[in-house]
């Protein structure tokens, strides 16, 4: 993946500021914020295990849950038109909105893992 770390399930971005000659990051796909930096790349991915390591031990202290990034649902704004096409052709093949979406999503993402390598 491109311009991204991944630690214990947590993706942190990948930048660099040629200013302050300084690389940096936070996780991505969640509210709380986790940053960090690093002036090579070992010392990037040594600050961003750190810091996921430091927000997982402060939510245990805390007894809260951590925020984890793709829980199995999202929310998509299609807008009137789309959503009732996509309710009625669910009913019409006797799926839930929910089946017919991921059908879709899973197919669509197959079609351009498929195009993106040749």
């Known amino acids: ?18 200013e302050d000659e300084l690389f940096y990051g ?5 509210r709380s914020l ?8 070992s ?3 040594t600050s961003f295990h750190e ?3 430091d927000y ?8 809260s849950e951590p925020e984890r990034a793709f ?3 999202f929310n998509v704004r299609t807008g009137t038109d789309l959503h009732r096409r996509a309710a009625l052709s669910a009913q019409q093949r006797g799926m839930n909105l929910n089946r017919l979406v991921t059908e879709a999503l ?8 498929t195009s993106s390598r040749q």
């Open 1 to 18: 993946m491109k311009d991204m770390m991944e630690y214990k399930g947590y993706f942190g971005s990948v930048h660099f500021s040629d």
């Open 26 to 30: 936070k996780a991505e796909f969640i």
């Open 34 to 41: 986790i940053s960090y930096e690093g002036h090579d790349v």
């Open 43 to 45: 010392s990037l991915k």
């Open 51 to 53: 810091a996921v390591d």
């Open 56 to 63: 997982l031990e402060l939510c245990d202290r805390r007894a």
């Open 71 to 73: 829980k199995g649902s």
């Open 106 to 113: 899973e197919q669509y993402l197959q079609q351009s893992s």
